[in-house]
């Protein structure tokens, strides 16, 4: 569904891809683990055009994403979860909701917005409490919901548990879970959390400096002693780029 071949991308001087390849299939869902600054986010961005890659190609159902603006990608199926949640403080919970489907069918609107409480009940309760004010689980998952309005095919979730309370960051993981195996949802995740992720994606990549230094299942990678090492065991390594060098 989603095909990322040798991609770079720079911020002035920052090299921040350095030619990264990796695939997502359909139905699948995919992680994407790695230190501070190893590209993650530039990675999800650069799917949606922003930063512009310098090189390489990105295909999304066999068709070239390159030159094409954020509105035209969503309309083709893609939405993103943002880093930092990044719902919009002074509108309500249903207002939140309806600026997710801006480029979805109208005549759905009212469905999908029922769906949406449906999955997520909090947002029912809170439907016309002001965004800013929902506390970080909370806005979590309005994020999510927003993301699901526009009926993408491929979902984005950009860190989904940063900064939550474990009871929100056990909920994210089981909505995760519960996209991908009852609704068919094909997500590519970035995750610092790299025990979660790696326990409900197919596949996952590690990715190191701007380069994918490691692919395989999530349980291959659970399983690894490089990646135990660097990134599910002794505390605060997987920060450091140096214990991180899985390669
Ligand atoms: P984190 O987990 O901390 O969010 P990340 O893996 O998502 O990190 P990125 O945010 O993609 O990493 O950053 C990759 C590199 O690009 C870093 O060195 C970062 O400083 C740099 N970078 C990111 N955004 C910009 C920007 N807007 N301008 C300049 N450099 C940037």
Redesign the pocket.
């Known amino acids: 569904m989603l095909q990322i071949e040798d991609v770079h991308a720079r ?2 001087h ?1 090299h ?1 891809l350095r030619g990264v390849s990796l695939s997502v299939r359909e139905g699948e869902t995919v992680t994407l683990i ?10 999800m961005t650069s799917i949606l055009g922003a ?1 512009r890659i310098s090189s390489g190609r990105i295909r999304f159902q066999g068709a070239s994403l390159q030159g094409l603006g954020v509105h035209e990608i969503s309309r083709r199926g893609i939405a993103i979860s943002p ?1 930092g949640r990044r719902v919009f403080p002074r509108m309500t919970v249903t207002e939140n909701l309806l600026m997710g489907a801006t480029f979805a069918d109208p005549a759905t609107r009212g469905t999908d917005m029922q769906r949406m409480f449906d999955m997520f009940p909090i947002l029912s309760e809170r439907s016309q409490q002001l965004a800013g004010t929902l506390s970080g689980g909370e806005q979590q998952m309005l994020a999510i919901a927003r993301a699901l309005m526009s009926h993408p095919r491929l979902l984005l979730m950009d ?1 989904p548990s940063l900064g939550l309370a474990p009871i929100y960051i056990r909920k994210v993981f089981e909505i995760i879970e519960m996209l991908n195996r009852d609704h068919g949802m094909t997500i590519l995740l ?1 995750e ?1 959390n790299a025990n979660q992720a790696l326990r409900v994606a197919h596949r996952a990549y590690v ?1 190191q400096q ?1 380069s994918i230094v490691m692919s395989g299942t999530g349980r291959e990678l659970l399983q690894s002693p490089e990646v135990r090492a660097a990134y599910l065991e002794g505390g605060k390594s997987h920060n450091d780029p140096a214990v991180a060098a899985v390669a």
């Open positions: 911020y002035g920052v921040a790695g230190a501070n600054g190893a590209g993650k986010s530039t990675l930063p880093e860190e970035v610092q990715l701007g």
